[in-house]
């Protein structure tokens, strides 16, 4: 190995580093919970200030779905600069994950 792959190996036993990688992991299903269970309700995209988002790492979060292609994003309206609906695909996802009690 070399000197990084070193480096990871060693930062990849903490517990800090375990658990960041666990949420990489689970985030953006609670986000994409979170924009389905707004969406059932109004049958609306969710307003981009609905989405409990936390710097890079939430901005993340909405980026992975969107590249997924789980959720797509359109112009907002007076109150919010975009809004997020789920797609079919998301919507599935979501509904199994629901099943499994993953969200």
Known sequence: ????????AE????QTMQSLLESLEKEPAKLLGAICEEYKTTNK???????????YFGEAMLRILLS???????????FCLYGYRPTKVGLK?????LEEKRI
């Open 45 to 55: 995209a969710v307003s981009d200030h609905h989405l409990h988002l936390a710097g």
């Open 1 to 8: 190995m070399n000197a990084f792959e070193d480096f990871v």
């Open 11 to 14: 930062i990849r036993k903490t």
């Open 68 to 78: 997924a292609n789980l959720v797509t994003k359109e112009q907002g309206d007076r």
């Open 93 to 97: 996802h979501y509904r199994r994950l």
